[in-house]
T-cell receptor
Framework: ETGVTQTPRHLVMGMTNKKSLKCEQH?????MYWYKQSAKKPLELMFV???????ENNSVPSRFSPECPNSSHLFLHLHTLQPEDSALYLC???????????????FGPGTRLTVL | DQQVKQNSPSLSVQEGRISILNCDYT??????FLWYKKYPAEGPTFLIS?????DKNEDGRFTVFLNKSAKHLSLHIVPSQPGDSAVYFC????????????FGSGTQLTVLP
């Protein structure tokens, strides 16, 4: 595997289900990100982990719970979601952990989530 | 309120001609700008970037221009190729770190053969 991988690629869940999205980066990076992309809207940054510590949380509802067990893996745990949470969820990684500037983010292919 | 705006949701260009994609921003603290390209069923891939200390950056067929006074940047692709057909996102960051990127809503470029 190379780059940033995400599983599953597609997920359909009911509002009462609990599921998790998984992201793995094979680039030796030390920062990982979750983004949400809704139809016709910009990518919205949800969470940033740097050196396995959460450093950004952009007012995301608590029904989304991230976990970063190590610098290569990132999870997004989902529970009691709403239909409006249906979107493409993208994971990214970069080398920009702390003060190192201007390192681009590398994205995974995303998980297309549908909440019924 | 969107801080990064791509006002054209779509653009069609003939193969071999120039494609110009535009992006406007409102936050004067942004000091680094990036363009990403996204094909269907794939994540965005980094294309080209520019720091606010420059007004132009070129990489092969791709050139990004930055007009700080107008808070405007543009991506020029010349010559355009059918393989360039994709959604192009403009992104910006502030404060010397690319950790926090603010994205535009994207422009679908279609290059017609």
């Amino acid at each position: 595997e190379t780059g940033v991988t995400q599983t599953p690629r597609h997920l359909v869940m009911g509002m009462t289900n609990k599921k998790s999205l998984k992201c793995e980066q094979h680039l030796g990076h030390n920062a990982m990100y979750w983004y949400k992309q809704s139809a016709k809207k910009p990518l919205e940054l949800m969470f940033v982990y740097s050196l396995e510590e959460r450093v950004e949380n952009n007012s995301v509802p608590s029904r989304f719970s991230p976990e970063c067990p190590n610098s290569s893996h990132l999870f997004l745990h989902l529970h009691t979601l709403q239909p409006e949470d249906s979107a493409l969820y993208l994971c990214a990684s970069s080398q920009a952990a702390l003060a190192v500037p201007y390192n681009e983010q590398f994205f995974g292919p995303g998980t297309r989530l549908t909440v019924l | 309120d969107q801080q990064v705006k791509q006002n054209s949701p779509s653009l069609s260009v003939q193969e071999g001609r120039i494609s110009i994609l535009n992006c406007d921003y409102t936050n004067s603290m942004f000091d680094y700008f990036l363009w990403y390209k996204k094909y269907p069923a794939e994540g965005p891939t980094f294309l080209i970037s520019i720091s606010s200390i420059k007004d132009k950056n070129e990489d092969g067929r791709f050139t990004v221009f930055l007009n700080k006074s107008a808070k405007h940047l543009s991506l020029h692709i010349v010559p355009s190729q059918p393989g360039d057909s994709a959604v192009y996102f403009c992104a910006a960051s502030a404060g010397g770190s690319a950790r926090q990127l603010t994205f535009g809503s994207g422009t679908q470029l279609t290059v017609l053969p």
